[in-house]
């Protein structure tokens, strides 16, 4: 039942929002997001370490098709709900002295969104998934277009363009493997692990599935909506996709592809790979000469994504819990990028990193969580980002050195740009524009103090963490094995 109370309660809490007077929406959607996170503790206390599915729920919903109401919560899940509900109320409290027009009307699409997440993570049923996948988008295009910036439509177009059609790839190869369980045929997760399927079948549904996650990742080249999106969503817009939208691309790869089309993975994992590093060099190289700081954090996200997927097709069990703790640690540490980029801009109404300097000396605070946030992203030890890296790398190099010596340039460059920004956007003498900048206001220092407790703990104590998910992660690869011993 907790995990049904974990799907539904941020949708079911929505016409609250409805009840309350205007002023009042935005701390009633921050109290549905505390009472979800609740609930993810309460859950968190009770979950065991084991590599199955727990708290299951499975009854039919449309019996005649085959499709049930499938849903459980192993490692992986947990670890990308306790992402998405620690997320949220941050999420919300990022809005808090943010002018909207229609509040109550925005806060409802970003309760919504938290439904569809925790849905995606918790579905065991293909179809269902699919149905949170498709949720998901919903509100954020509605978030896009009617609250982003000036370019809104025509990026909000490409955005949904670009996932609708990974989408409708991947739901072809979810009906494809439908009618390969035996009658009556069924979308339960544990009839498609079971077939066998020939390596031509596996090959063809390889690509199905993984096009449609690599462009939620987004993965090069199917990568060409993020910038633009980022760039024109609203902040809280921004922070959903950042932090758990590109997740869900990651999670579908560990959950949908590798335990299900072993011989595809064998036959296509050194594309794969090399469309990751591709994307870490190519991402770091365009995120160097950015002059906008917003996109250069959206560039940097594609690279640091890259070498995720990258690890995780090493096909070990350092690159799978490299690849599952780093998804973790770059929708933490972007979360928290992001919202430096937006504080700047709601002081300064400009994004140009030419056009700033000298903040530190107006926001002494701000400049510490951006540093610390900048160190978890190029991944200095102690910080969440090394411990993720590290395991992605030892993973990678199991599997090929010259692969780990390219991918590793990423972190040469990463920290180029990364240091270059901090410098040129902190540091220095102000101007004539930033020399009116003003110190952060108590809802920021939550959000990023908050961002920031998560980036040290993750990196001095990942044990915990590494812990929910290795059972499930190892399960993966030994089904994953047997199978292709059965071949």
Known sequence: MITAILIFWPLASIPL?????????KTAALLSTLVELAFTLVMLGQFQLIPDAQFLMDYWWIESLGISFKVGIDGISLLMILLTNFLMPLVVISSMNRTQN???HYHAMILATQTAFVGVFAALDAFLFYIFWELALIPMYFISLFWGKERRIPVTFKFFLYTLAGSLVMLVAFIYLYFQTPAPHTFDIDAFKNLRLSATEQSLLFWGLFIGFAIKVPLFPVHGWLPDTHTEAPTQGTLLLAGVMLKMGIYGILRWVLPIVPEGVIAWKNWAIVMGIIGIIYASCIAIVQKDF???IAFSSIGHLGLTIAGMFALNIQGLQGSLLQAVNHGITSVGLFFVADIIYERMHTREIARLGGIVHKAPR???????MLLGSIALPLTNGFVGELLLFLGLFQYSPVFTGVAGLGIILGAVYMLRS???VMLGETNTLTATFTDMLFSEKVVLGALAVAVFWIGIHPNPL???AEPSLQQILDHY???LTLK
């Open 366 to 372: 701000m400049s510490v969580f951006f540093m610390i």
């Open 102 to 104: 229609h509040v109550r």
């Open 294 to 296: 917003k996109r250069l």
């Open 422 to 424: 901090y410098q040129k």
């Open 17 to 25: 929002l409805y009840l309350v007077r205007k002023e009042q929406v």
């Open 466 to 468: 590494l812990g929910f």
């Open 481 to 483: 094995h047997s199978l």
